[in-house]
């Protein structure tokens, strides 16, 4: 174990890409700030008038409308702060779009990325569903992030699958619910708007796949009871054909070990944020894992070379003063 260790090969990304990498990800962070910011203008404002007077109403993004009150100073006010802020918000957002495109096209020159496309895809579609918070990307695509936060590609058979495990954090169900049935979309659905192909496996209702090959597996914790707030099992939305969340005995842990955020960028350079465990309880996971005598022995061996890697970047390339930077800006 130690040799594998000691033996393991990473390489650095060039200066041009580090660089490249920088300003591409300050502007993807920025993009995603405004993307925010406009959440909290969409919809509009209007004045109507019924029986003789003014009243402010807000339209809300998906139609409904609320009276404000009759007309006033402080509603024209309110009026005039929020059609500016929206203009205002509107115009840095469509600019950024801009600056963010111009990036993903050096991205693409330097090939800085290398997350498969589908992945980013995929947790871009997640993201403008406004479902990320709700899922870690968890096994062996985390490693992604980790790598990319310490400027190394990882130069093992570590990396290599063909299916990206997404864990679902039931303990904020209702909320995920709700988002959905706003949408009036199931989970597939979602990812069938990056790939019309994905269609759910017959004998693994977890599982969804392309006509690549690729799959996308739905996991969650193991259920804490039998019904109410944590029902199992566990179909993710009210739509028939979608998926059935299945229970994994470490999917607590990942939960319960914290968040690690990177953005990461795929072959085509299009950019993505991953939210994945925290690299430590990452190492502890898959050790833990490995040492399984229920364990398959391929997948023992990869687990233990997972969290050899993610070790090796926490004690040599600085993976643990970003993680520890993450953690203290979240208790700030």
Known sequence: MQNDYENLAFIELTEAQTRQYIDAEASWRALED????????RGSMMWRTQTGRRYLIRVAAFGAQTSLGPHSLENEQIYERFMARKVAVQARQKQLRQTVAQHIRVNRALRVGRVPNVVVDTLNALANAGLQQHFLTVGTHALYAYE???????QTEATA????????????????????????TSLLGIFQKVDKTFVL???QKYTAVNAAGFEIDVIRRTAQSAAGTDPHPLRVSQFEEDFWAVQVPSGQAMLDGGRFKQVVVA????MATMHAPSPESFVRIKTALSQRHDRDP???????????????LLDEYGLSHVANAQSQSKSA
């Open 148 to 154: 990319t936060a310490c400027g190394v590609r990882v």
């Open 161 to 184: 699958t063909q299916d990206i495990d997404l864990l679902l954090d039931t303990r904020k169900y209702l909320s995920f619910a709700t988002t959905l049935q706003r949408l009036d």
């Open 298 to 312: 391929l997948k023992s061996r990869k687990d233990l070379l997972q969290a050899q890697v993610v070790k090796k």
């Open 267 to 270: 072959t085509n350079g299009d």
């Open 34 to 41: 405004a993307q925010t910011a406009a959440a909290e203008v």
């Open 201 to 203: 496996r017959d004998d």
